[in-house]
């Protein structure tokens, strides 16, 4: 890109800073002039990005916070939901049935063993070191905070991008509870609730669970199924002991997830693709046209099963030479089966009144097995069924508090975290490989950190804080891959169109077909290697209260991701270690930003811009290995990135709340390493979109004489069009645009009476949108998207006690 564009780009984001301020200071003086009084304060907003509870508005960090209340105001029941209404974060779905986070440009949306996250996810302070079944936490919930940037001085491991905080409701002393019902369109029945229980003195008990459920939305042309249906099973029980000095939290969850697997929809079909080509050399009829594209936004065939060896396997014009092999999964249709146990222990002691000792020891395990076909149809171009595994335990212990008249704050400790990975892909024989694919692999991930951050207020008003993580990364990794031919065998068979028997060699498509395994299957590749890392995360900041209103910040911060090695092998090494490694990934980040509580509190107001450089980037990308251009994960290239995020909370009068934001990125390649040949400098850094929005406004109608409110509220979320269809690390296609119009209308009888009764609309407008595609990816030759949810609408009832 060049100089010039890059230059009118900050030039346009410039102005979009400045008009967020002078709005935001405009709608603020209109209220006072016009009213005449005090206009009431917006509720405190706390943050605990810093490993202590403060107002989010002295907090110098980009965040944003978002209560349980707020979630369910904008219709937000899942990671999927918050698409737009975070600034700069792009949460993508997985064929896991996860969601991936991208914030600020970075992300990481692949699931094999060796992908390691590069935005945090901790819920309950615990890190979650993968993907499968996060969504499946979202209920009864306290707050979610996204942090935006580097977190790697308290964070640590893996939080190059930032860190996503859940964190649930804890037991109280108050006996009481909620319980709470839905129904909607695609006849969704969610049901919600949580009993809170005061069991003896100092001891507190809650027991929380969650049902989803609704129809898929994508109907069948070939018979009465759907995809994209919703079923989902969570429970959470909850101990607190607390005792005065101490308290512990002992928390343990079982999710579960059971489901079609979802569907992506063809919008094109090439019949010159590679893998086609195969599969129409033994077919009278070709692929695309036995299967053309119906042109529907939400419909597919129907009729794809799995089974390993496949259906394919037995054609007009041929037969393969495994047809009579026992099927491993015969007749599987699509699914996803996701399954979380959860334990979860957070013991705070404290030492003096200003010394306190925190412990978080925490095990998950984890299992996500799916089959999601590439088109849906009865012989699906490619079959492959996925089954990941991790048990993970992570041990934290800080020491933090306060000093020097709490002029000096700081925390230090020590993290651990063991991880425990195994990955199997299995295809069975399909119209890529003959004689079936299976990559069978297994990692094992410790890593050790130490570090410390103080915070001093030089002056009352101007503060200082410096921090430092010091992390050693350990892997050891072990794979399996067999899918080759031995180009030596011979067997006798028939060519499709021939009725003579010939000697047939194996290696090419349609010989070793025939052959199968049993005459053509060379040996398997095999590797195990094992490597460490270390990295160093220092952060440096600056903050200045001006007065009770306004409050500014400036930051350095560094981000460390750990290399790693290539575990899905192309050929056997001669000394059975893994073929090639990538380096850790780094980023450095700068930001500036202001905070303001205006009129009185009635206006909140947060405005940030930062500038990021971004080195050996992490990518999938077409590297020479041997003189062969191959797709592996490589360190491939550096970039920046800038951009501006705002967020304004306004409270006009007593009863209407105004909320939005708005966020700008821009991102550009400096240079690109030379093994990396499928980029250039002007390839998209990343599928991130430019800009991002949300606003929502709601408004408190006092009815009745007991306290009673009718509460409408409006929002719409939206992202610019977006860089997508990924062939290694370049984009190929651009998403379309899109904004998403909610609707929340609550009704509260009495304000004493604990009954609340809602109706809701999601996507009223009916917006036609695509959340990912895949374009003409490798030899696949079916360009396909998957589609957002459409317009739905419901009812929902809760009763809390």
Partial sequence: MTRTKTNVWISVSSAALAVSLLGGAALA??????????????????????????????TPVSATVLSGANLAQQNVRNFQDLRGAVPNLEVLPQESGSASFTIRGIGQVANQVNSDAKAGFYVDEMYVSRQEGNDLYFYDLASLQVLKGPQGTLFG????????LLTTQRPTGTFGGYVQARYGSYDRIDTEGA?????????????????????????????????????????????????????????????QSRTDGGATIPIACDNNAGYIQNYNALHSVSYCDAYPVLGKKYQVYGGATLSAPTSSLITDLGKGGDS?????????????????????????????DDLALHSVTTYRDSRAAYYTPRDNTPNDIYAENDDTRTKQFTQELTLGGSALDDRLNFVGGLYYANQKTTFLQDTGPDWIDPLGYIYDSSLKYESYAAFAQASYKVTPKLELTVGGRYTHDHKAGSSYVFFAEDTTKTFVGTLPGSTTPQTLTCGWFINSFLGGVKNCAGPAFTAADSHSWEGFDPKVQLSYRWNDQVFTYLSAAHGYNAGGFNQQLGGQPADGKFLSYYNPEKLWSYEAGIKAELFERSLLLNL???????????????????????????????????????????????????RGNVAVLHQEYDKIFPNAVSLTLDTPVNTAPKVSYSAAIQYDIHVGQAGGTLTPAVDVKGISSKWDCPSGATFTCKLPAYALVGFRLDYVPRASSGWKASVYGTNVLDKFYQVARTGYFGGFGIDRYTPGRPQEFGAEVSLRF
């Fill in 324 to 352: 009579a092999t026992p099927g491993r999964y015969a007749g599987q249709g699509p699914y996803n089966h996701t399954r979380v146990y959860t334990f979860n222990d957070r013991l705070n002691y404290q030492l003096t």
């Fill in 157 to 164: 491991k893996n939080t190059t991008a930032g860190a996503v």
């Fill in 195 to 255: 009993l809170n229980v005061p069991i003896a003195d100092g001891l507190y008990g809650r027991l929380s669970f969650r049902t989803q459920n609704a129809k898929g939305f994508i109907t069948h042309v070939l018979d009465d199924g759907r995809s994209g249906d919703i079923d989902n099973r969570s429970v959470r029980g909850q101990l607190r002991f607390d005792q005065g000095r101490l308290t512990n939290d002992l928390l343990a969850e079982y999710n």
């Fill in 608 to 658: 940030s811009g930062f500038y990021q450089k971004y080195s050996d980037i992490q990518s999938n990308v077409n590297v020479l290995i041997g003189g062969v251009s191959t797709r592996q994960v490589q360190s491939a290239a550096t970039a920046h990135e800038l951009g501006l995020e705002s967020d304004v909370l306004w409270r006009p009068v007593r009863d209407l709340t105004i």
């Fill in 29 to 58: 003086k209109d209220v006072s002039a016009s009213e005449g009084v005090s206009a009431p304060e917006v509720s405190e907003i706390v943050v605990t990005a810093r490993k202590r509870t403060e107002k989010l508005a002295t």
